[in-house]
């Protein structure tokens, strides 16, 4: 099949899955067509079923905002019909959803009708879609695509909840690569950061409210008044300072290193005793997940998708948002409890399992296949 992806290059979460299933559907013999504004961040290396669609903006002066939208609208146009598609899957439903609508708009009028799948992440229906001034947007989006995918049940849940929707939801959960993230010996990094066998707690993400890296960091106070430790906090953005600035007011920025934006995040996690991921809301968690694919077990809250990928008192503990006290208390247990913890790596990793990507790779192509055949004959003209 020939597939178009359309994401947000940067490292969230919806482009960091999308790059990976573009990847393993190029590997399967797909040809993979990125389209977006910037080269995916995990899409490093060369592969022969692999495109990219670099869309410009315009800073024409008159435009206090480029028109992104617009300029996507058109790239897609040009690719699909160059690269002659069949089938389109944007990531992320703002405003990707609503731009492959108009997209395949105009390419009905020239005689091309070609399949949208759109797949909900997070935010853009928890956070973002929710805000008034999108919701009728978003909502004829979800409802105008051809196929609706979302990254766990808990937010195909939150979508039928939040929006009047028509189209049926398919839940295909987010998925980890194990040639890449798997436990793997780095002693001598390990003794670097944590010369006198310190243990260490490991939190990733891009730093957004939503992720509350300030509670990462109170939890971690608590802990390492109990245990000698250290925190590797990984990632970048809005919220770094105020991070900064509380590990400063309690005295413990020689305990806590920011390693800022990291590619190899799998070597970091290779030393991690616990990973932190107290986040307001949580479509899924890959980040969480990728961790456990190390055999680190996790702490984090009881929200969203967390359930289906965290079991609480198996491969980590939930805790409700905010009580980094519960937090703290679980993560002392484990850490003081060499034979739990162990336990506690391997039920972390047969979890992680569960999400390998040779399994779900196949769900996105069986589905692929079933929209593109549902849609084949469709010529619409509304
Ligand atoms: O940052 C992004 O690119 C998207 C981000 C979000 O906030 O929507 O991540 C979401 O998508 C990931 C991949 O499906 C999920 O694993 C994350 O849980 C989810 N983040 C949130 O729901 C906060």
Request: net charge negative; charged share 25%; glycine share 6%.
């Amino acid at each position: 099949m020939k597939i178009g992806i359309v994401c947000y290059p940067t490292y969230g979460g919806s482009g960091v899955l999308a790059t990976e299933l573009g990847k393993g559907l190029a590997n399967n013999g797909h040809q993979v067509h990125f389209i977006t504004y910037r080269q995916p961040a995990r899409l490093t290396t060369f592969h022969e079923n692999i495109f990219y669609h670099e869309v410009s903006g315009s800073d024409y002066p008159l435009f206090e905002y480029p028109p992104y939208d617009t300029a996507l609208a058109s790239k897609l146009v040009d690719v699909v019909l160059y690269e002659n598609l069949d089938l389109l899957h944007v990531h992320y439903a703002i405003p990707h959803a609503t731009v492959a609508y108009l997209a395949k708009k105009i390419l009905l009028t020239k005689g091309k009708y070609i399949p949208v799948i759109t797949t909900l992440h997070g935010t853009d229906i928890t956070l973002v879609g929710r805000n008034v001034s999108f919701t009728p947007v978003v909502e004829f989006s979800i409802n105008k695509s051809d196929g609706v995918t979302a990254v766990s049940h808990s937010l195909k849940q939150q979508t039928l909840e939040s929006f009047d929707i028509k189209t049926d939801i398919e839940v295909i959960h987010n998925f980890i690569d194990f040639d890449r993230f798997r436990k793997t010996n780095k002693d001598h990094f390990k003794k670097l950061i944590a010369p006198d066998g310190e243990r260490i707690l490991v939190h990733v993400s891009n730093f957004r409210k939503v992720k509350r890296v300030e509670d990462v960091v109170k939890m971690f106070e608590k802990v390492y008044r109990k245990i000698p430790s250290k925190l590797l906090l990984i990632g970048d953005g809005p919220e770094r300072e105020t991070t900064e600035r509380l590990c400063r007011e309690i005295g413990l920025c020689h305990e806590i290193r920011f390693l800022g934006k990291q590619d190899a995040v799998e070597e970091l996690l290779a030393i991690g005793d616990l990973f932190i991921m107290p986040s307001a809301s949580e479509s899924f968690g890959l980040a969480a997940l990728e961790a456990m694919a190390c055999e680190v077990p996790v702490i984090s809250t009881n929200v969203g998708g967390l359930p289906e990928v965290n079991i609480h008192g198996q491969t980590g503990y939930t805790s409700n948002v905010g009580d980094v006290d519960d937090m703290a208390k679980n993560a002392i247990d484990l850490l003081q409890n060499e034979d739990k913890l162990a336990v506690f790596r391997k039920n972390a990793l047969a979890q992680a399992q569960q999400f390998d990507l040779q399994q779900i790779l196949p769900k996105y192509e069986a589905y692929y296949k079933h929209i593109v055949e549902r849609t084949v004959h469709r010529a619409e003209v509304t």
